[in-house]
C-alpha cells in the first residue's frame, strides 16, 4: 500500500447503500457517510430529507490509487445505481438522492466526465446518463448513527431489500476488486 491516499464524493442514492458498496473494494480504505452540494452549513439528516438544503446524500471515499483508481471507483459507481433518473433512486425521491460526482480538481473533473461520456455510450443504461459533474465546495459528515449503518443493521428490512440486491452485483461485476 502506498503513503498517499486520494477521496472521491459520490452521490448515488441513498449513503447507506453507496457506503455498503464502496466500503467492499480492494483500495478503499475507508467511506464516511456524509452531505455535499448545497448552501446550508451543518445539516441535520433530518434537514437534508426534507429537499430543501441543496445537499445530496454523499460519501467519501478514501481511497489508495496504487491499488484502485478513481476511474476503476467510478465503473462501479456506474453499475451501483441507476444514474439516469435524475432525483431518484428506487423509492427514494428527492434532490437529495441524485446521481453526482463531486470532483476536487481539474484532474478528477476530465475523468469523471470522460467516465461518463463511456458509459453513456456503452449502452450500459438504455436512458441517457443524468449525473452532475460538479466542483466540491464543503462535506459535512453525516451523524454517527449513519456511518457503517449496513455494517450494523444488515439485518433489517431496507438493508435486505435494498443494498443486498446491490452487492450482489458488485460480486458479479467486480469479484476482481473486492477486499
Same mark, same amino acid.
Request: aromatic residues 12%.
Given at each position: 500500500?502506498?503513503?498517499?491516499?486520494?477521496? $472521491?464524493?459520490?452521490?448515488?442514492?441513498?449513503? %447507506?447503500?453507496?457506503?455498503?458498496? !464502496?466500503s467492499?473494494? @480492494?483500495?478503499? +480504505? #475507508?467511506?464516511? =457517510?456524509?452531505?455535499?452540494?448545497?448552501?446550508?452549513?451543518?445539516? +441535520?439528516?433530518?434537514?437534508?430529507?426534507?429537499?430543501? +438544503?441543496?445537499?445530496?446524500?454523499?460519501?467519501?471515499?478514501?481511497?489508495?490509487p496504487?491499488?484502485? =483508481?478513481?476511474?476503476?471507483?467510478?465503473?462501479? !459507481? %456506474?453499475?451501483?445505481?441507476?444514474?439516469?433518473? /435524475?432525483? @431518484?433512486?428506487?423509492? &427514494?425521491?428527492?434532490?437529495?438522492?441524485? =446521481?453526482?460526482? !463531486?470532483? *476536487?480538481? &481539474?484532474? *478528477? /473533473?476530465?475523468?469523471?466526465? /470522460? =467516465?461518463?461520456?463511456? $458509459?453513456?455510450?456503452?449502452?450500459? %443504461?438504455?436512458?441517457?446518463?443524468?449525473?452532475?459533474?460538479?466542483?466540491?465546495?464543503? !462535506?459535512?459528515?453525516?451523524?454517527?448513527?449513519?456511518?457503517?449503518?449496513?455494517?450494523?443493521?444488515?439485518? *433489517?428490512?431496507?438493508? /435486505?431489500?435494498?443494498?443486498e440486491?446491490?452487492?450482489?452485483?458488485?460480486? +458479479?461485476?467486480?469479484?476482481? #476488486?473486492? #477486499?
Amino acid at each position: 500500500m502506498s503513503d498517499q491516499q486520494v477521496t $472521491a464524493m459520490l452521490g448515488a442514492g441513498c449513503f %447507506w447503500c453507496v457506503e455498503a458498496v !464502496f466500503s467492499r473494494l @480492494r483500495g478503499v +480504505t #475507508k467511506v464516511v =457517510s456524509g452531505y455535499a452540494g448545497g448552501p446550508v452549513n451543518q445539516p +441535520t439528516y433530518q434537514e437534508v430529507c426534507t429537499g430543501e +438544503t441543496g445537499h445530496a446524500e454523499v460519501v467519501q471515499v478514501f481511497f489508495d490509487p496504487a491499488q484502485i =483508481s478513481f476511474n476503476e471507483l467510478l465503473d462501479v !459507481f %456506474w453499475r451501483s445505481h441507476n444514474p439516469t433518473t /435524475r432525483n @431518484r433512486q428506487g423509492a &427514494d425521491i428527492g434532490s437529495q438522492y441524485r =446521481s453526482c460526482i !463531486f470532483y *476536487q480538481d &481539474d484532474a *478528477q /473533473r476530465l475523468v469523471a466526465e /470522460r =467516465s461518463r461520456q463511456e $458509459a453513456d455510450a456503452s449502452g450500459l %443504461w438504455p436512458d441517457p446518463i443524468v449525473t452532475e459533474i460538479v466542483p466540491l465546495t464543503t !462535506f459535512f459528515p453525516a451523524e454517527s448513527y449513519h456511518q457503517d449503518y449496513y455494517g450494523r443493521n444488515a439485518m *433489517q428490512p431496507y438493508c /435486505r431489500m435494498v443494498i443486498e440486491p446491490k452487492l450482489k452485483i458488485l460480486q +458479479t461485476a467486480f469479484a476482481d #476488486k473486492l #477486499k
